[in-house]
């Protein structure tokens, strides 16, 4: 099928679809989730086989898949996400009159979401950016990730049937195969009216030029990973050196390290990076059962960023894992507070089980490389309680670098609920008003309407007088499930 | 003051600014209200003698942006439009207990607001841009329009004592004046994380452009105006001819046509189209005293589109006015659907007292114009209540051409209230995911921003515990006021 044929398909499609009662879209997003249920063990040992993940981390990123459907139907039958407001018409204003204004958020229109090589399941075909854009009445139109084809279809076919279910037309979902130039196309093509992506910096960034570059631009909303650094505090080294560092290293082998939160940088204070921390962290590390990568050029790319940082001046390579064409084997450096500030490189993401730990001094040096750390999806802190509540001036910098701020725990295993922010600014992400998990995913695909002075006849049913689903509304500036 | 100076000042202020209370930040919109009231006759006078525009009108546009700096404060003091939202943890839950996650929107940073040349108060130096970002916490480095600098520095004085009685530094608001060198400059400093503009096409595109090719790329909020369509179906004309052409030219007329919704287009049935309507519309232009534009440049464009008309093929030039250097005559041109969709330069924007009346043969004909607009301000859909019933097919097309929708009434005289959206699919905006005028516009400046497992002395205030200022809040999917 020609890429006109496609989004023509997607058009025809968005024109009922973007008309459904918030109840069918999301029985829609339901059905989606038992049929994905229901392909059973070969889904998971299709994706197994493709991407090398263990059949354990595809159970939980299945359930993962499923439990997201499921909230964004939660999340349309309680309805307060369109921000639906009203201000009622006052014919006997002066000078003139108030007309009758209703606005709501309506959807942009086809949606182009590219595949996630890291999740097969809960960022590719039926992850978060498909089920935020059908969830906000978007058709989708999905570039299948290369890397998993077989698991891809298994989804697809899911996909269908849920359609044939509910009785709605196919073009709703589309699947495309191909390389670079047909996601080149599909961004460039008039009819798309966003893009989603989850993956690298490069690829992202290419996507975002070519949306700014059309005559039309559209939004792009891209996850393009970070580094999520590790800001431990003096007092909290104090005798749990061995604690954090297998705490640390757990999170830094969570999926080989192919997460988008691996946290990458470990600030510590020098006086404290003894033994007990350096060698714990090296040890688990060293002791972790290697495992394979998602594939092949993953895992070459890895090595060779490593290769670089072994002649890195004022770069110490802790533990250095011996290369192999698949096994991601896990590597810690170690650097200063100083070398960090003055070699942005290091500021890079080494996507794989690796970690470097950074040396500062004290109290200042901490916040001056907390100033020049780039856009980032999450910041972490450890610290006592004492010196979290007196890390005020640290978290104010914080939070000008990333989407979540964490005061405990590891970044890794992001939740998906209604107030997570899986986003930050560039070039964590493309648009840092936005984030990829949580609920909140879903406004990336809508826009605010105003229907003026609209017979109540052509009104969606979230801004028909009578409120027949009891959507949470602001009429005239105050917030309430009564109808008018 | 260098750009760096100008940017870290804003820094600076933005560092005690973004924490600071709703109330508090309320209390400065209110103060700016007061200061700009204070002004009085002085501040008419010399918007009147820089843009030409009649004190009635300006004593209005004073009033609206009054009352919009106070909508904005009675919005922070409400607190919804932040969004909070709160997963409490749960400890015990398996595989994985769950994190306490907070979320609501943080301000972006400083953001560069450009002055609009058709709005010296409205959408100036204190106009709709500057108080959505005063309200989202974004200190304001304002661009002034060159054709009314004295207007502007009277406004800033007037924000600079609201400032220091609120006791806030000065860097919340810094006021630069200068050409289009000094605005590319600010769109490229590292330090701007956003900007906001109304004008025209050519300007607001190349701001989107340099905005996009930063290292870092930012938002940009750009309104490029539209050409606002008036569909009148046939039932409608009826015995009504006269009404809707003096309706239609009102409008047209409105600021000498210098609105960014004033009606260009009106889709007119073409068995209809007959002496009563056209004579009426010609008429009406025509007798309406002629007043001064903007300034000499706006008025040299606006008859030099004119003269492109009169050549143009398939367009008949109904009322013609003479040209003159700063006097706007109003100009009405025909044409024919047929016409119209072959030569896609009769959708620009004529900037000034112009409106084109296209005649079409049939609904066909009607569906297939709307079908190829591009993306607008405003579409207005003029019908019997039996019509109205009837143009679901017309109003789906529509919907995706535009940020507002009218069943009666004229595009003019945008509300500024919580319902409206003045924006819409490019190239009316940018942006089509947000508005310019009324409360929604605020959330162009902020962004998500979630803290987990943070101590309650560090969060702010909307996020704590005790929600001592009841803002709505969702909390674990409810909406409520409640604490916790």
Same mark, same amino acid.
């Given at each position: 099928?020609?890429?006109?044929?496609?989004?023509?398909?997607?058009?025809m499609?968005?024109?009922?679809?973007?008309?459904?009662?918030?109840?069918?879209?999301?029985?829609?997003?339901?059905?989606?989730?038992?049929?994905?249920?229901?392909?059973?063990?070969?889904?998971?040992?299709?994706?197994?086989?493709?991407?090398?993940?263990?059949?354990?981390?595809?159970?939980?990123?299945?359930?993962?898949?499923?439990?997201?459907?499921?909230? @964004?139907? !939660?999340?349309?039958?309680?309805?307060?996400?369109?921000? *639906?407001?009203?201000?009622?018409?006052?014919?006997?204003?002066?000078?003139?009159?108030?007309?009758?204004?209703?606005?709501?958020?309506?959807?942009?229109?086809?949606?182009?979401?590219?595949?996630?090589?890291?999740?097969?399941?809960?960022?590719s075909?039926?992850?978060?950016?498909?089920?935020?854009?059908?969830?906000?009445?978007?058709p989708?139109i999905?570039?299948?990730?290369?890397?998993?084809?077989?698991?891809?279809?298994?989804?697809?076919?899911?996909?269908?049937k849920?359609?044939?279910?509910?009785?709605?037309?196919?073009?709703?979902?589309?699947?495309?195969?191909?390389?670079?130039?047909?996601?080149?196309?599909?961004?460039?093509?008039?009819?798309?009216?966003?893009?989603?992506?989850?993956? !690298?910096?490069?690829?992202? /960034?290419?996507?975002?030029?070519l949306?700014?570059?059309?005559?039309?631009?559209?939004?792009?909303?891209?996850?393009?990973?970070?580094?999520?650094?590790?800001f431990?505090?003096? &007092?909290?080294?104090?005798?749990n050196?061995?604690?954090?560092?297998?705490?640390?290293?757990?999170?830094?082998?969570l999926?080989?390290?192919?997460?988008?939160?691996c946290?990458g940088?470990?600030?510590?204070?020098?006086?404290?990076?003894?033994?007990?921390?350096?060698?714990?962290?090296?040890?688990?590390?060293?002791?972790?059962? *290697?495992?394979?990568?998602?594939?092949?050029?993953?895992?070459?790319?890895?090595?060779?960023?490593?290769?670089?940082?072994h002649?890195?001046?004022?770069?110490?390579?802790?533990?250095?894992?011996?290369?192999?064409?698949?096994?991601?084997?896990?590597a810690?450096?170690?650097?200063?507070?100083?070398?960090?500030?003055?070699?942005?490189?290091?500021?890079?993401?080494?996507?794989?089980?690796?970690?470097?730990?950074?040396?500062?001094?004290?109290?200042? &040096?901490?916040?001056?490389?907390?100033?020049?750390?780039?856009?980032?999806?999450?910041?972490?802190?450890?610290?006592?309680?004492?010196?979290?509540?007196?890390?005020?001036?640290?978290?104010?910098?914080?939070?000008?670098?990333?989407?979540?701020?964490? @005061?405990?725990?590891?970044?890794?295993?992001?939740?998906? !609920?209604?107030?997570?922010t899986?986003?930050?600014? @560039?070039?964590?992400?493309?648009?840092?008003?936005?984030?990829?998990?949580?609920?909140?995913?879903? /406004?990336?695909?809508?826009?605010p309407?105003? @229907?003026? !002075?609209?017979?109540?006849?052509?009104?969606?049913?979230?801004?028909?007088?009578?409120?027949?689903?009891k959507?949470?509304?602001t009429?005239?500036?105050?917030?309430?499930?009564?109808?008018?």
């Open positions: 099928m020609s890429f006109d044929a496609i989004f023509t398909k997607a058009d499609a968005f024109g009922r679809y973007k008309k459904l009662h918030a109840a069918a879209k999301a029985e829609l997003l339901r059905t989606i989730a038992k049929e994905i249920e229901q392909l059973g063990d070969e889904l998971l040992e299709t994706a197994h086989q493709e991407s090398n993940l263990p059949l354990a981390r595809l159970t939980g990123e299945r359930g993962r898949t499923i439990n997201q459907l499921r909230l @964004f139907a !939660s999340l349309l039958e309680e309805g307060s996400w369109l921000e *639906a407001t009203i201000d009622t018409a006052i014919p006997d204003r002066t000078p003139i009159p108030r007309p009758d204004l209703r606005r709501m958020l309506i959807p942009l229109g086809p949606v182009v979401v590219f595949g996630a090589s890291n999740f097969p399941l809960a960022f075909t039926a992850g978060g950016d498909t089920a935020s854009a059908l969830a906000a009445g978007c989708v999905y570039k299948e990730h290369p890397a998993h084809p077989k698991t891809s279809q298994l989804v697809y076919r899911a996909i269908q849920a359609l044939q279910r509910c009785e709605l037309p196919e073009g709703i979902f589309q699947h495309v195969s191909g390389g670079t130039d047909v996601g080149q196309q599909l961004v460039q093509h008039p009819q798309a009216k966003a893009v989603a992506f989850t993956g !690298s910096f490069k690829g992202g /960034k290419a996507i975002f030029d949306a700014c570059q059309r005559p039309v631009p559209i939004p792009v909303f891209a996850e393009m990973g970070s580094v999520n650094p590790i431990v505090l003096p &007092e909290k080294t104090k005798g050196g061995e604690q954090l560092a297998t705490q640390a290293a757990q999170s830094v082998l999926g080989v390290g192919q997460f988008c939160t946290p940088l470990v600030f510590y204070p020098a006086s404290e990076a003894n033994h007990t921390f350096l060698e714990t962290f090296a040890e688990k590390l060293r002791d972790a059962p *290697a495992e394979k990568m998602l594939h092949e050029t993953i895992c070459s790319n890895y090595y060779q960023d490593l290769k670089g940082l002649t890195h001046e004022g770069v110490e390579m802790i533990l250095a894992p011996a290369e192999d064409v698949l096994t991601g084997g896990a810690l450096a170690k650097t200063t507070a100083q070398q960090w500030l003055q070699h942005p490189t290091l500021q890079e993401e080494v996507f794989g089980p690796y970690a470097m730990v950074v040396t500062y001094e004290n109290q200042e &040096e901490l916040e001056q490389v907390a100033g020049k750390l780039q856009g980032q999806l999450t910041c972490t802190i450890w610290g006592t309680d004492n010196e979290l509540k007196q890390a005020e001036k640290l978290v104010d910098t914080l939070r000008e670098k990333c989407g979540r701020l964490l @005061f405990s725990g590891v970044p890794t295993g992001v939740e998906v !609920s209604h107030a997570m899986h986003g930050g600014p @560039f070039p964590a992400t493309t648009d840092s008003r936005s984030t990829s998990v949580g609920t909140y995913a879903i /406004k990336r695909f809508a826009r309407f105003t @229907f003026q !002075s609209a017979p109540q006849e052509l009104l969606p049913a979230e801004l028909k007088d009578d409120n027949p689903d959507v949470w509304r009429i005239n500036g105050q917030l309430t499930q009564d109808s008018i």
